[in-house]
Nanobody, 122 residues
Framework: QVQLVESGGGLVQPGGSLRLSCAAS????????MGWIRQAPGKEREGVAS???????SYSDSVKGRFTISKDYAKNTLYLQMNNLKPEDTAMYFC?????????????????WGQGTQVTVS
């Protein structure tokens, strides 16, 4: 059973930073690649960052150079460091796990999801 619990969202001014965390159960990082997916009101889910079982990562063009995905195997925790935040980054951010064999940004390829954490940039 995969359990994912996000934290770290909040309200931040434009140009500010936040770090999201996602606590994962058991051997999730060994069995699955991980990603951060966001969804703004009235919009479709958008994959923003993904990481494989080593260090290979993938980013959407909208966040490349500003966001960094990482994970700590010892703590079973996935992170998303978000810098230079913009109002258009406002969304619910979800941590998710995929059986895909590459760090995909396609939300449809993620099977397991956390409950989400809200990020508001204003």
């Amino acid at each position: 059973q995969v359990q994912l619990v996000e934290s770290g969202g909040g309200l931040v001014q434009p140009g500010g930073s936040l770090r999201l965390s996602c606590a994962a159960s058991g051997s999730t990082f060994i069995r699955y690649f991980m990603g951060w997916i966001r969804q703004a009101p009235g919009k479709e889910r958008e994959g923003v960052a993904s990481i494989d079982s080593t260090i290979a990562t993938s980013y959407s063009d909208s966040v490349k150079g500003r966001f960094t995905i990482s994970k700590d195997y010892a703590k079973n925790t996935l992170y998303l460091q978000m810098n230079n935040l913009k109002p258009e980054d406002t969304a619910m951010y979800f941590c998710a796990a995929t059986p895909s064999w590459y760090p995909t940004l396609s939300a449809a390829e993620y099977n397991y999801w956390g409950q989400g954490t809200q990020v508001t940039v204003s």
